[in-house]
């Protein structure tokens, strides 16, 4: 089997994206998702269009039991794991902190913190056996740029930025590759989640501007993992053109 990729929140976006991309170099790919039918598609368009052998494991990642039960249920084959891509995370509403909702507090932390931890746990014994791999975590430029509403958002991404640069420290003796790709404003469901279906509300923070699209950050994952085994990207940074920064952005009348 060609290198193996596994990729969580696949079913959308940048994670859909991603795994395409690698399927389409060469890369064995192990999506995770929640949406059966979704992840069965993309599966079905990784064997057939990119010839590629894909496998998919439908289970939510806040939850440590079906984490655990989804990597311990890999095949001998799957186990050889080489690239492992943290992408599923999520905004919940847009508040100030006085009027935040905890479940969407709850949503976010389990997400993007405490998923990534599970998942990250249950994979890195199998790169240190063979003393190689590489785990690229998705973070945000809202992980070093707080801004108004983004409270708890900004500190579970937060958080990615402290345990990207920890763990790149911890697995270092390992020959363990760690990288964080912070995207700037990118178009997928993500605004979407973040307004609760609202249609109209996900298109707003868009005007004017062309934003990063998932192809665009999957572009950027696909380098950074397939550099020469000596070099290492630690921190990549990526932002549409019209956006300096989470404070400044130019948007065409």
């Not at 039960?69 to 508040?95: H, M, R, T, Y």
């Not at 005007?207 to 699209?213: K, Q």
């Not at 998932?214 to 549409?240: F, K, Q, S």
Request: charged fraction near 20%.
């Amino acid at each position: 089997m060609s290198k193996v990729a596994l990729i969580t929140g696949a079913t959308s976006g940048i994670g859909k994206a991603t795994a395409l991309l690698l399927a389409e170099n060469g890369f064995s790919i192990i999506i995770t998702g929640r949406r059966q039918k979704l992840l069965d598609e993309i599966k079905h368009e990784i064997e057939v269009k990119y010839k590629q052998n894909a496998l998919a494991l439908c289970f939510d990642i806040r939850h440590k039991v079906e984490v655990e039960k989804a990597i311990d249920s890999l095949p001998k084959e799957w186990q050889n794991i080489d690239v492992l891509v943290n992408n599923a995370g999520l905004a919940a509403g847009l508040s100030h902190i006085q009027n935040g909702v905890t479940d969407d507090w709850e949503q976010m932390i389990d997400t993007n913190i405490k998923g990534l931890l599970y998942i990250t746990r249950k994979v890195i014994p199998f790169m240190i056996e063979k003393s190689k791999g590489h785990i690229v975590n998705i973070g945000s430029i809202a992980g070093t740029q707080v801004y108004e509403n983004g409270n708890v958002y900004c500190a579970s991404k937060h958080a990615v930025h402290a345990l990207s640069q920890s763990m790149r420290i911890d697995l270092l003796k390992h020959n363990i590759k760690v990288s964080e790709i912070r995207p700037g404003m990118a178009e997928t469901e993500f605004s979407l989640v973040r307004f609760k279906g609202d249609s109209e509300a996900a298109k707003k923070p868009y005007l004017g501007l062309i934003p990063l699209s998932g192809n665009d950050v999957a572009d950027a994952i696909h380098y950074v993992v397939t550099r020469p085994p000596h070099v290492n990207i630690n921190d990549l940074e990526i932002t549409p053109t019209s956006q300096a920064c989470s404070f400044y952005i130019y948007r065409n009348a």
